[in-house]
């Protein structure tokens, strides 16, 4: 959870330095000194041609101290991310045929 707020923070701090860009947060559940889950609007000219290849699970590598022994063996702990990209669609018209 600690791993999601930096991921977090950097796309914050990646978005106000690009002009015209702003992030608004829709909802984000704290834990503690972490984020389980965070939803965020991003505005801006183009910002989805260049986030959609941020969409993905993004993990950290775990440093020595949380490696611990399990039956024998070291085991590493890895902390994962999903982020997911969506474009918001405007003027949607629809129209459902039941034949």
């Given at each position: 959870m600690?791993?999601?707020?930096?991921?977090?923070?950097?796309?914050?701090?990646?978005?106000?330095?690009?002009p015209?860009?702003?992030?608004?947060p829709l909802?984000?559940?704290?834990?503690?000194?972490?984020?389980?889950?965070?939803l965020?609007?991003?505005?801006?000219?183009?910002?989805?041609?260049?986030?959609?290849?941020?969409?993905?699970?993004?993990?950290?590598?775990?440093?020595q101290?949380?490696?611990r022994?399990?039956?024998g063996?070291?085991?590493?702990?890895?902390?994962?991310?999903?982020?997911?990209v969506?474009?918001?669609?405007?003027?949607?018209?629809?129209?459902?045929s039941?034949?």
């Amino acid at each position: 959870m600690i791993f999601a707020r930096q991921l977090l923070e950097a796309y914050e701090g990646f978005i106000r330095r690009r002009p015209g860009w702003e992030c608004h947060p829709l909802e984000i559940t704290p834990v503690g000194e972490g984020v389980r889950f965070a939803l965020i609007a991003i505005t801006g000219p183009q910002c989805y041609s260049t986030l959609r290849w941020e969409a993905g699970i993004h993990r950290v590598a775990p440093t020595q101290f949380r490696s611990r022994e399990v039956s024998g063996k070291l085991r590493v702990d890895l902390t994962t991310a999903r982020v997911v990209v969506m474009p918001e669609l405007e003027n949607v018209s629809l129209t459902l045929s039941m034949y």
